[in-house]
């Protein structure tokens, strides 16, 4: 079936960076395109990016493009998250997301705080 | 960007009774939906692909329906574990979520 374990996160500036990291287990983590989806006190979910099984493809939602990167190691099991220039409105809670006909399976999240 | 928008913001459900939550999307999405629940302190738990197809391990009070711009998530006969907020999100261009819809207990 399948785990996905966030680690990372914590408080950082405006402006600051941060690097969010996702080890996954149980799955064959070489065959799936991978997300990052976010959500914000309160709010719902918002889709940050996503790679392509092999890592050759990324796409970023408008609102971080030019500011985060994605990335994956399938030799070692793990996504990244790259956080640069960092924002108030990027504060919330940040999952890894397995991505296949939705998201079907989800870390437990890293929490982020921008102040 | 398409949008996704969820009605009613918040419905009020006896247990035991059912609950239609309605999805729509902007532009057509074709049959590129899924839905979760989420409950406090937990990521989303998808429930429903394409549509109309039960995630593994989901039980058949949940279903879908729906395509184009007009979805449907029904739960039948409420359970205790069923309050919670539910988002639908379309993967037809891009992926987008809809703002939640919160089933609490009337």
């Known amino acids: 079936e399948g785990q996905l374990m966030n680690s990372g996160g914590g408080w950082a500036r405006p402006g600051g960076s941060l690097r969010l990291s996702c080890a996954a287990y149980g799955f064959r983590f070489s065959g799936y395109w991978m997300s990052w989806v976010r959500q914000a006190p309160g709010k719902g979910p918002e889709w940050v990016a996503n790679?392509?099984?092999?890592?050759?493809?990324?796409y970023y939602a408008d609102s971080v493009k030019g500011r985060f990167t994605i990335s994956k190691d399938n030799a070692r099991n793990s996504l990244y998250l790259q956080m640069n220039s960092l924002r108030l409105d990027d504060t919330g809670i940040y999952y890894c997301?397995?991505?296949?006909?939705?998201?079907?399976?989800w870390g437990q999240g890293s929490l982020v705080t921008v102040s | 960007e398409i949008v996704m928008t969820q009605s009613p913001v918040t419905l009020s459900v006896s247990p035991g009774e059912s609950a239609t939550l309605t999805c729509r999307a902007s532009?057509?999405?074709?049959?590129?939906v899924v839905w979760y629940q989420q409950k406090p302190g937990q990521p989303p738990r998808l429930l429903i692909h394409?549509?109309?197809i039960r995630a593994t391990g989901i039980p058949a009070r949940f279903s879908g329906s729906g395509s184009g711009t007009e979805f449907t998530l029904t739960i039948s006969i409420l359970q205790s574990e069923d309050f919670a907020i539910y988002y639908c999100?379309?993967?037809?261009?891009?992926?987008?979520f809809g703002g939640g819809t919160r089933v609490d207990v009337k």
């Open positions: 790679i392509k099984e092999d890592g050759s493809d990324k």
């Open positions: 394409d549509a109309s």
């Open positions: 532009q057509s999405v074709s049959t590129n």
């Open positions: 999100q379309q993967y037809h261009n891009w992926k987008t």
């Open positions: 997301a397995r991505d296949a006909a939705g998201f079907d399976l």
